[in-house]
Nanobody, 126 residues
């Protein structure tokens, strides 16, 4: 059974940092990503990482502030999102996502990811 479990969300002041973790189990995943969804807005990617970890994707809105990494050692599928210099507009529910294929491609569209976590709330106060 596939499970993606996020942790690490919370309340932080603007300019602060948070680190999200996602423990994925049940399959060996290729690309993994972090998405967010604010109230009334569409879900959007904030970071993606390829199976090898060699390729990453960030939208301009978070580039230079967010860093995605993954741990594939010992059959783990754990992905992290280090978020620095947080802004109030980063407030959202953050979701971990994963897909299974045989490439080192990093998708950035919601529909390209097959498995999703339940989400963790990140709130940035001004």
């Amino acid at each position: 059974q596939v499970q993606l479990v996020e942790s690490g969300g919370g309340l932080v002041q603007a300019g602060g940092s948070l680190r999200l973790s996602c423990a994925a189990s049940g399959r060996t995943f290729s690309a993994m990503g972090w998405f967010r969804q604010a109230p009334g807005k569409e879900r959007e990617i904030v970071a993606g990482i390829s199976r090898s970890g060699d390729n990453t994707y960030y939208p301009d809105s978070v580039k230079g502030r967010f860093t995605i990494s993954r741990d594939n050692a010992n059959a783990k599928n754990t992905v992290y999102l280090q978020m620095n210099s947080l802004k109030p507009e980063d407030t959202a529910v953050y979701y971990c996502a994963a897909r299974i294929d045989y490439s080192d491609y990093v998708p950035y569209r919601v529909y390209e990811y097959y498995y999703w976590g339940q989400g963790t709330q990140v709130t940035v106060s001004s």
